[in-house]
């Protein structure tokens, strides 16, 4: 009943917020939910047509997979296991085509790679969506792409080329670490800090420097500095202030046992918003399948 969520920090691709008034248990499902339940696009299947880099198939097609792809999964079906073939309701075809070649205008005394060769860096800028059936009608207003332009997947000389297909299928986090939606996702109990007597002068300065910058302030108080918790938060649990005599017996550290300050950092494909929108439903969707099997159980 005294359950609630407070937004703390949004920003683009990451979000803290509070969960209050819940067991540890279902905030650590809800954390293992959003690394491994929510689903995402990414290359599964990968058709090498050349590539003479020094970069091996199997590698190129590793690095190929962990790319994020900018795509809403919630758009696409699971594809089925054991189909060769993608349809356009289930799969994402992206082409990386490129061959590096010299620069015919370089210095001839340049050692640099970037005047001598065009395309000796292989991005993920290079590859490009490829429709599958009628994925332009399906899409229009589509724009499937790596969520970043700039990650390197090879380097290549001149002569040497890379010509693959790509297929890019939903999935979870659960088969494979490429399909988690968030860098991050993790939670911390929300610290409390208590001054058992006034701390001043010294030893108030003392204190400050055992915590984290913004946990204890000090204010003037009649000519006296005073120590005061401003904001318990931030703090790390260093227990430096344990180290010292003089303070160890002057406070006392504990946590909120049911107040979960929660990280999540999105990988882009979704915004971290969405991806805790998401994870909430998959929950709930576990709660009913689990009460929709007591309620098939026959009572004795």
């Known amino acids: 009943q005294a359950f609630r969520v407070d937004i703390i920090r949004e920003e683009e691709g990451a979000l803290e917020f509070d969960m209050v008034g819940i067991d540890a248990a279902i905030a650590n499902a809800f954390r293992r939910i959003l690394l491994a339940e929510v689903p995402t696009m990414a290359v599964e299947k990968v058709f090498v047509y050349n590539n003479t880099s020094i970069v091996q198939d199997e590698i190129l097609a590793h690095r190929l997979g962990l790319i994020p792809i900018r795509a809403d999964p919630r758009l696409f079906e699971y594809r089925n296991q054991g189909d060769e073939e ?7 075809q992206f082409q990386l085509k490129i061959k590096c070649s010299r620069n015919p205008q ?17 991005y993920s800028k290079h590859m490009t969506w490829v429709p599958l059936g009628n ?11 790596p969520v970043h332009d700039d990650i390197l997947i090879a380097l290549l000389r001149p ?13 979870i986090g659960k088969d494979h670490a490429k399909f988690s939606p ?24 003392m204190l400050q420097k055992c915590f984290s ?6 204010q003037n108080i009649k000519g006296k500095k005073v120590a005061r918790v401003a904001n318990a938060r ?9 180290r010292h005599e003089a303070l160890k017996h002057l406070v006392r550290l504990a946590r ?41 159980v026959p009572m004795e």
């Open 256 to 296: 909120v046992r049911n107040h979960y300050i929660f990280s999540v950092e999105s990988t882009g494909i979704l915004p971290p918003d969405v991806l805790v929108s998401e994870a909430i439903k998959i929950l709930m969707g576990k709660c009913q399948r689990f009460l929709n099997e007591l309620d098939s």
């Open 213 to 218: 910058p913004g946990v204890i302030e000090i």
């Open 234 to 242: 931030l703090d790390t649990f260093s227990r430096e202030v344990f």
């Open 106 to 122: 370089a210095a001839k005394e340049s050692s640099d790679p970037n005047e001598l060769y065009f395309n000796h860096k292989v």
């Open 86 to 92: 993608g349809t356009e309701i289930d799969t994402l």
């Open 135 to 145: 994925q332009t009608e399906l899409f229009p207003d589509a724009d499937f792409r």
């Open 159 to 171: 002569g040497q080329e890379i010509d693959v297909l790509m297929h890019c299928v939903k999935g």
């Open 182 to 205: 968030v860098a991050t996702a993790s939670y911390r109990l929300l610290p409390d800090i208590t001054l058992l007597q006034p701390i001043e002068d010294e030893a108030a300065e």
